[in-house]
């Protein structure tokens, strides 16, 4: 069974900085494709951001681009989200999430992903 725990969330001015970790219980670590979502209250969610299994490609909604990264540690079973210049509408509750893949591709499908931590919430106050 593959487990995903997040952490790094928190309540955050505007125009401040945090960083999400997802661990990653999978000594395969490096099959899996990754991605980070969010869910605001009454809100669908949406993709992040997306890192494919070597870490080279990776994919941005375009309201995050330029303020938010994603990375991957293979050493470590662990993928960042470092988000910076955070606004009031980034504010929801984040999942890390993985997808067995073969391929260096990208997900950016929701029905893409099988497995899905708990959530960590993220607050931007004004």
């Known amino acids: 069974q593959v487990v995903l725990v997040e952490s790094g969330g928190g309540l955050v001015q505007a125009g401040g900085s945090l960083r999400l970790s997802c661990t990653i219980s999978e000594r395969t670590f490096t099959n899996y494709a990754l991605g980070w979502w969010r869910q605001a209250p009454g809100k669908d969610r949406e993709l992040v951001a997306a890192?494919?299994?070597?870490?080279?490609?990776?994919h941005y909604t375009n309201s995050v681009k330029g303020r938010f990264t994603i990375s991957r540690d293979n050493n470590n079973n662990t993928v960042y989200l470092q988000m910076d210049s955070l606004k009031p509408e980034d504010t929801a509750v984040y999942y890390c999430?993985?997808?067995?893949?073969?391929?260096?591709?990208?997900?950016?499908?929701?029905?893409?992903?099988?497995?899905w931590g708990q959530g960590t919430q993220v607050t931007v106050s004004s």
């Open positions: 890192i494919n299994r070597s870490g080279k490609t990776t």
């Open positions: 999430a993985a997808q067995y893949s073969r391929y260096e591709y990208i997900y950016a499908d929701r029905a893409d992903y099988n497995y």
